[in-house]
T-cell receptor, first 113, second 114 residues
């Protein structure tokens, strides 16, 4: 158990819909990262927040957005969903920034039908 | 950006030492090399991190030559439970704007056979 929690575990929805994935970092961690992993694909970095502020952005689509709240939990919003958005979405947290070990949550499996 | 290249897959037998090499030709002076392990349908798990020479912990060793253009993860005496995907990650990777990213690459799928 990494100490990072993600909800929900599974999510099934239809194309065109909007969903919100939630992540609670480990106690004391200030950074939250979001990754997307499609079937048999590597991890695609989406975005990094540190203490409520966006610090780095990867290959995140404009239909996707994220935020980190004052209590440090984070939400990833996916809108206008397409079939290709079906994937495992991982959240990770670290104490501070780039060189710190990232602790990954169990992931949210999103299925878009 | 410091793109990493690893073998796509490797097979080994229980009890053997496994070495997985990652090349990162464009690594920058301040970048570190980190390795993660991932089991199916689970989040990656940190294995080891290093900057140069050799780093060892209770599960692995990491060898980094002087030019730092590659690194080798060494797993001593693997068991069936070491079957997983292993990712080499160079952190932080900065693009031309100075923004850094985390590029995991495709990883190496290690299969340990009995």
């Amino acid at each position: 158990d990494s100490g990072v929690t993600q909800t929900p575990k599974h999510l099934i929805t239809a194309t065109g819909q909007r969903v919100t994935l939630r992540c609670s970092p480990r106690s004391g961690d200030l950074s939250v990262y979001w990754y997307q992993q499609s079937l048999d694909q590597g991890l695609q970095f989406l975005i990094h927040y540190y203490n409520g502020e966006e610090r780095a952005k990867g290959n995140i689509l404009e239909r996707f957005s994220a935020q980190q709240f004052p209590d440090l939990h984070s939400e990833l919003n996916l809108s206008s969903l397409e079939l290709g958005d079906s994937a495992l979405y991982f959240c990770a947290s670290s104490f501070a920034g780039a060189l710190d070990t990232q602790y990954f949550g169990p992931g949210t499996r999103l299925t878009v039908l | 950006l410091a793109k990493t290249t690893q073998p796509i897959s490797m097979d080994s037998y229980e009890g053997q030492e496994v070495n997985i090499t990652c090349s990162h030709n464009n690594i920058a002076t301040n970048d570190y090399i980190t390795w993660y392990q991932q089991f199916p349908s689970q989040g990656p798990r940190f294995i080891i991190q290093g900057y140069k020479t050799k780093v060892t912990n209770e599960v692995a060793s990491l060898f980094i030559p002087a030019d730092r253009k590659s690194s080798t993860l060494s797993l001593p005496r693997v068991s069936l439970s070491d079957t997983a995907v292993y990712y080499c990650l160079v952190v932080p990777v900065r693009d031309h704007s100075g923004t850094y990213k985390y590029i995991f690459g495709t990883g190496t799928r290690l299969k340990v056979l009995a």
